[in-house]
């Protein structure tokens, strides 16, 4: 497999073959950590998992001991960082595309390529995306250019699911039938560990594990509220497989999410006086 990002690298943990049952596709290093977690947990003691990041890292905010440092500089301690991610939540392969946070934004078509390519070598049953409803632009295009290259795989090569999930934009909003629920409470320790290495953002000022380990319990805990809980900790996605197979837009996919939220809370309110 040839990727074609100018920095690409492709690093496998585990060797054997290639194919994988889950690959999460992400922005930026740690994303993956964020949004995949229940996968990782799910994949940690008989593999089965692999990860793909989109960006570079130049781009990650910096202040204290990082304030200083050079795009070039951040790049690699990234790279590094993701790479030790991978190896604590033993990784079956890991991608690091290095591509500009511009080019995932202008839908350069190498990107698209890459994934399609990464995809058609791991055949992966699951795909885990960002989700369309997402407030980070780069996060947005990152969907975008996968769901691009998803629309361009034969029929026999697609995965038989595709999720988008939360990282910047909780999904807690959504109406109930809309979610799936993934358990992220195995290896609570395991949970910290993949985040807390991501010391030049946490230093940064971003207390990424603190706040992604914090909305997986609520997840879990406001989920349902005259039930026990089914998770003691929980991450939301939202199954989109018919609609990537489709020929509707991410704006209508969007668009009838809320809109299906909007008639919700609409009729509860008119219901309770």
Partial sequence: MELKGKNASALFFKGGALTVNNLCIA???DDVEIMAYGQIAECYEH?????????DGAGSLRCGRYAGVSDEEMKKI???????????GNYDMLFQLAYSSDDIKKGVKDVEDDISSIILATLPEKIFIHNFADKHDTHVASALRTL????????????????MMEVWRGLDWL?????????????PELAERILNVYDSQIAGGKE????AVGRRFANATFF?????????????????????YSDSTPCELVDGLIESFRTDALKRLSRVK
């Fill in 27 to 29: 922005a930026h290093q």
């Fill in 47 to 55: 593999g089965g998992f692999a990860a793909v990041v989109l960006t």
């Fill in 78 to 88: 990234r790279f590094f960082e993701q790479c030790r991610a991978a190896e604590i």
């Fill in 148 to 163: 691009g290259a998803l629309r361009g795989i034969s029929d026999i090569f697609r995965p038989g699911k595709v999720y």
């Fill in 175 to 187: 109406n109930d039938n809309a979610k799936t629920m993934f358990d992220t409470a195995p290896y």
């Fill in 208 to 211: 990424y594990t603190r706040a």
């Fill in 224 to 244: 349902e509220s005259h039930s026990v809980d089914s998770f003691r900790s929980a991450s939301i996605g939202v199954e989109i497989t018919e609609f990537v």
